[in-house]
């Protein structure tokens, strides 16, 4: 979903099947990662599966994070696309594909983590049924907005930071994971569990987006 205020601040809310499937991937085969900027267990995660057999499920923990780091860059880059119907929208296009396939997905039957081996078993293992589960759950960024006032949250913020209301951009990608988890991935990204409050997610990413001037807030 798309939000645009006049002037032109823009709000992007959306969610993504492949993050999706990672998580199914790490939380079903039970994977140690140490990281406190990724999300929690998923709300209805798949049946523990030994797909790891006798790999350390810290180190292929640790490859996980490196892929869903990637993933997460991967999603972000694609809201900056250009129109596809001219030249530099084609060549966007191609370059887009080319690093799918580096990142590693379903479409290419995870070919990008030939390097990981373990992780790529893992994926493959899974990857039929956390297709089918992702199907089945209802797309986590429907309604999340719900009431939240996003005109006002703009006005409030581009006060706080003495910008200009059409500077301010942000995306929102809203995971199927439980409590009310969310943190600023990079200025203007956000990633958020469903039961995050809308309001300081929308104002975080709104607010980090904001070029900095003399007198303004440093924190939302």
Known sequence: MQLTGRPSW????????????ALCVRDASALE?????????????????????????????????????????FYLDGQDAPRVDTSEGRVWLTERAQRRAAVGDL???????????????????????????????????????????VGTIVREVAAARGAAEHTLTGTVVVLPTATAWWRLVEPGAVLASVGAPPEQVVRAALYSSAPRHPGGADRP
């Open 10 to 21: 823009s709000l992007a809310i959306g969610d993504d099947q492949q993050l999706t499937m």
């Open 33 to 73: 990662v140490a990281d406190d900027g990724v999300p929690p267990p998923l709300l209805e995660p798949l049946p523990p599966a030994e797909v790891l057999g006798e790999q350390d499920p810290a180190a292929v923990g640790r490859d996980w994070l490196t892929w869903w780091q990637a993933l997460v860059r």
């Open 107 to 149: 479409s290419d039957d995870f070919a990008g983590l030939a390097h990981q081996p373990a992780l790529q078993r893992a994926c493959r293992a899974l990857a039929g049924e956390a297709l089918e589960a992702s199907r089945r759950w209802p797309d986590p960024s429907r309604g999340w907005l719900g009431s939240t006032d």
